[in-house]
């Protein structure tokens, strides 16, 4: 390898993954993206969530320099913040969203293993999921579990319903076709 | 004719009404007819999306489906719209939307589920129409260029649970 080639490919930029976990506090985002933009990153696509009450969020960055320089100058705030910092270098694929086909909501009583189930019957009807998101509501005593899928599928809503029909004793759930319209 | 796309600012300004229902009117609406037919979807468009800042869309519904089932999409056939005015709006709905301006992108929008709404064909003449469900939608999506919003300026979170809220 030629010289200029060595001192190019360790300029050359890089995309990561840096998952942040921990308590929630305010001013979270602020701090790790300023923290970020100063280190010279560029943010790709990010999803904050506060799950219980506990801070997450996953940010595609891409930086020159290397995972573990991303992780040294990221890591004072949030070892300030009590955040665990995870890095992974990733593939970036940007620009090719997907278009979710069908929606998937399903309700009930909170037991063990609603997720498992659901997602189970999905995968083997050849549902691929592109967003998931779970949650507990109700009170403690009586908590109940909402969990609302999107993804694609090549067999339609009716395939799908009667797939998730077994569950039916012990969830409510709905299939529907989301319509897109590209106007 | 090409698309514009977003950033691009003319996407963001207030379109002229149309005056004169001459035939090079007449020529442009087909000329954006049958680019708008020529796109993947191809079911609306606006003359901004072009370049032109008039107040001239064409929404067509007709060969539409949806689903694996394949099921038509209600509608009135092909709709020239020009200096279109929405005058009345019922009920609301949570869909998604994308843009032929806005590529890689879709996200939830509220519409009204049912509106009235005047508008003069390429000849002159003006009617008034009503439209309800997914023409609706789309004919709010295609009049809202002609004012320089696009469906990211009405842009709800995708975790808004709006959805079988359906108001008949
Ligand atoms: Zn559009």
Redesign the pocket.
């Known amino acids: 390898m030629k010289e200029e080639e060595v001192t190019m490919g360790s300029a050359r930029k890089q995309w990561y993954m840096v998952s942040l976990v921990g308590k929630d506090q305010s001013g979270i985002v602020a701090r790790v993206t300023e923290v970020l933009y100063q280190a010279g990153g560029v943010l790709g696509e990010s999803s904050m969530m506060r799950l219980g009450c506990n801070f997450s969020i996953m940010m595609m960055v891409e930086i020159a320099g290397g995972g573990e320089q991303l992780r040294q100058s990221i890591a004072p705030v949030t070892t300030e913040l009590g955040l665990h910092l995870h890095v992974d270098a990733i593939e970036p694929g940007l620009h090719q969203h997907q278009v979710p086909e069908l929606r998937v909501v399903v309700h009930g009583a909170d037991r063990p293993g609603i997720v498992a189930q659901v997602t189970g019957v999905l995968a083997e009807a050849g549902f691929d999921i592109m967003d998931l998101d779970s949650q507990v509501g109700g009170s403690s005593l009586e908590p109940i579990y909402i969990l609302l899928i999107e993804g694609v599928a090549n067999s339609g809503v009716e395939t799908i319903h009667q797939a998730l029909e077994p569950l039916s004793a012990s969830v409510e759930f709905r299939v529907e076709e989301i319509d897109t319209l590209i106007? | 004719m090409e698309i514009l796309t977003y950033p691009n600012q003319q996407l963001k300004q207030n379109c002229e009404p149309v005056e004169q229902f001459d035939e090079s009117l007449r020529q442009f609406v087909s000329e954006l007819e049958a680019f708008m037919r020529s796109q993947p979807g191809g079911i609306?468009i606006?003359a901004p999306?072009v370049g032109q800042m008039q107040r001239i869309c064409i929404v067509d519904l007709t060969g539409m489906t949806r689903g694996k089932k394949k099921k038509p999409v209600p509608n009135q056939g092909r709709l020239i719209l020009i200096n279109p005015e929405i005058t009345e709006w019922e009920g609301f709905e949570l869909g998604r939307e994308g843009?032929?301006?806005?590529p890689d992108y879709t996200g939830n929008v509220i519409r009204a589920t049912q509106i009235a709404f005047s508008a003069t064909d390429e000849w002159g003449e003006r009617h008034e129409y009503e439209s309800e469900g997914f023409e609706a939608r789309a004919i709010q999506?295609?009049v809202d260029?002609l004012e320089g919003l696009?469906?990211l300026d009405r842009l709800v979170s995708r975790r808004t649970d709006l959805f079988q809220r359906k108001q008949r």
Request: charged residues 10%.
């Open positions: 106007g | 609306g606006a999306q843009c032929m301006s806005v999506h295609e260029h696009l469906f």
